[in-house]
């Protein structure tokens, strides 16, 4: 039995501090008409796609970023995106930023099926750097400022024959993201990202923001049986390095495709939704191997605390 799905990550480039959204929409739309001719059925875009990374940028009146923002969706500037991928018969997941209209700003992702109906949202739950400017920061990283945790919590939906979820760039690296989707029945998990080259919180190697970029998609691909694919917005925004290693992860955690480029580029790859069978069936049967009654601190506790009988031992 095999559930074949045709999938591509749908890299992009990167977009200009004055390129316009129809710009970003001609980009993906190109994307769309490649994906076709390459017989996909969905095809995942980045986080934020439709503007640079604009939480580089430090603003007193956060009011004045409205124009990052997308108040509809589709919008005039996005509906063409949505008329050539239904037209393709392809669903796709497009990042985006969301303003409410009750004035809520959210990092968000969609699910659009491949009749062009959007069929699930998700806001970004782990936002990543800070609140206030850092002047020792090479470039800031405002997600704290210009966007609230997702409210959503981690939803998965039925399309392609499939169960499917959604994450956002830093949601990536915390394992509750998928173990949520997981006990949830996962079997394809789609996650855009901005990851700038240069770590500004601290001394990193270079070498390991790709490392941990794979590390983290491959191992809870593994964990949770589940097929991930992770997509860039890759290359040098405003003098910002983001990186590139789009790829799609099959249940196992082998990175089955990769983008060579860090620009736009489609990777693609059959993916058989019941490859996450053996996992869900066996070493990740959670029914059957699961301990909950040892995991409760994993909800009821924020941080990290030594447990009292260790803080006063003897040093
Ligand atoms: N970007 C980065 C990410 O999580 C980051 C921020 C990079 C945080 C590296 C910590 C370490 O990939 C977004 N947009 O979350």
């Given amino acids: 039995m095999s559930r074949i799905v045709n ?10 501090v004055d390129e316009s959204r129809e710009s970003c929409v001609a980009r993906m739309i190109d994307l769309i008409k490649q994906a076709k001719s390459r017989g996909c059925q969905y095809v995942v875009f980045p986080e934020l796609a ?25 919008s005039i500037a996005t509906r063409p995106l949505f008329e050539a991928a239904s037209e393709a018969k392809i ?6 930023a969301e303003l409410t209209p009750d004035g809520h700003r959210y990092n968000t992702a969609i699910l659009v099926d491949e009749t062009g109906r959007i069929n699930g949202k998700y806001r970004k739950v782990h936002l990543p750097g800070h609140y206030e400017h850092e002047a020792q920061r090479p470039f ?15 939803g998965v939906w039925r399309q392609h024959n499939g169960i499917f979820g959604m994450a956002i760039c830093n949601d990536r690296r915390w394992v509750e993201t998928y173990r949520v989707m997981g006990l949830k029945g996962v079997e394809l998990v789609s996650v855009g990202y901005n990851t700038p080259d240069l770590n500004t919180s601290g001394d990193e190697p270079n070498h390991l923001r790709m490392f941990h970029n794979h590390l983290t998609l491959q191992a809870n691909a593994y ?5 991930v694919i992770g ?10 390095m983001l990186i590139g290693g789009s790829c799609i992860v099959q249940p196992s955690g082998e ?10 580029e489609l990777v693609t790859a059959t993916a058989d939704l019941d490859l996450t069978r053996l996992g869900k069936e066996t070493i990740f049967n959670f029914a059957r191997h699961r301990r909950v009654e040892h995991y409760d601190i994993i909800t009821s506790q924020t941080g990290a605390e030594i447990p009292s009988e260790l803080s006063n031992a003897a040093e």
């Fill in 223 to 227: 964990m949770n049986a589940t097929w």
């Fill in 231 to 240: 997509v860039a917005k890759a290359g040098v925004e405003d003098g910002c």
């Fill in 255 to 264: 990175i089955v495709a990769q983008a060579m480029t860090l620009e736009d």
């Fill in 140 to 154: 800031q990283h405002l997600e704290k400022r210009y966007f609230e945790p997702g409210d959503l919590g981690f």
């Fill in 7 to 16: 999938v591509g990550a749908a890299q992009m480039g990167p977009i200009a």
């Fill in 91 to 96: 669903g796709f997941y497009l990042g985006y």
């Fill in 50 to 74: 439709l503007t640079t990374f604009f939480p580089r940028y430090y603003e007193e009146d956060i009011s004045r970023m409205d124009a990052w923002y997308e108040t509809e969706m589709p």
